[in-house]
């Protein structure tokens, strides 16, 4: 979709009304003065910046750090231990407000993107496709994704970590309690959302209207997909990218974020639970072999 050279707004004398009124009628709002092309396109690029630093894009800077740290140390990636979803606090009221808050929290540049893409007062969640009115086709295609990414994802982990380039991941270690599992779920949830309305959503509707071509969309996308996992290792990144790749096709074909938070919300559900579920013995005798 193309900037327009000028928004829409009111005649310029009806402008200058607004500027008399303005004294007499404080409640009055002033149309934007007319903005050029270049103008647009430069704001867009800043607000890009600006959502990403905010979120995933900070994350990807930090992941970067991360793998620095890792690979230079005496032990091999491999011996390295990445845990996901940590306790934060030995008692169990002050974990569970520490989780919820972190997971509330993170939510925020969802909040953020979907405000900046419903700006023009187009509704965000329906540019996107995050709605719910192809429940049981999103469904499907949603199982059918987390199939196709989750289980060739977890045999390339596998041939990952026995080379030597990326970490053992632990997925979950927070302590027991009657919250564990609906927080994990949440923190899937969260995750889905998090990545596939700012990596796919937001981030290739704002370059479409940068006039990107396609292919570099979807590889900006997927690259950004795999730097904020990058702190697992190299198999992490590849993965991730993978996964962006495939995700991001899907959306340019489809335009539906639903989906794709579908998929992302079965297999972190899958990862983050079914670890959670495994008896510590069998986690042991794994690991140790």
Not at 27 to 49: C, D, F, Q
Not at 57 to 63: H, K, P, Q
Not at 207 to 223: C, D, G, H
Request: proline residues 7%; charged residues 15%; positive net charge.
């Amino acid at each position: 979709m193309t900037a327009p050279s000028t928004p829409p707004g009111p005649p310029p004398a009806a402008r200058e009304d607004d500027r008399e009124a303005f004294g007499s009628s404080p409640g009055t709002l002033l149309a934007p003065p007319p903005v050029s092309e270049k103008a647009y396109r430069r704001r867009l690029t800043t607000e890009i910046w600006i959502v990403l630093g905010l979120s995933l894009g900070r994350s990807g800077i930090y992941a970067l750090v991360a793998i620095i740290d890792k690979a230079t140390r005496q032990e091999s990636l491999s011996s390295q231990v990445t845990t996901l979803n940590p306790s934060r606090s030995a008692r169990p009221w002050l974990d569970l407000t520490y989780q919820l808050l972190q997971i509330g929290f993170a939510l925020i540049p969802v909040a953020l993107a979907l405000y900046l893409l419903s700006a023009n007062g187009r509704s965000a969640v329906r540019r996107i496709g995050l709605t719910f009115t192809r429940p049981l086709r999103d469904l499907g295609v949603g199982v059918a994704l987390a199939a196709c990414i989750g289980i060739p994802g977890l045999a390339l982990y596998a041939v990952a970590l026995a080379a030597g380039v990326n970490t053992e991941v632990h997925p979950a270690a927070l302590n027991a309690a009657w919250w564990t599992v609906p927080v994990l779920l949440f923190a899937a949830v969260q995750n889905a959302l998090l990545e596939e309305v700012i990596v796919v959503g937001y981030l290739m509707e704002r370059l479409r209207e940068l006039r990107w071509k396609v292919p570099l969309i979807i590889a900006a996308s997927a690259l950004l997909r795999g730097s904020y996992h990058l702190y697992q290792g190299w198999g992490g990144f590849v993965g991730n990218a993978i996964m962006g790749v495939l995700f991001a096709f899907y959306y340019t074909r489809r335009r539906r974020v639903m989906p794709l938070v579908v998929a992302h919300t079965i297999m972190d559900t899958v990862v983050f639970v079914g670890y959670s579920l495994v008896p510590a013995a069998w986690l042991a005798a794994l690991h140790f072999t």
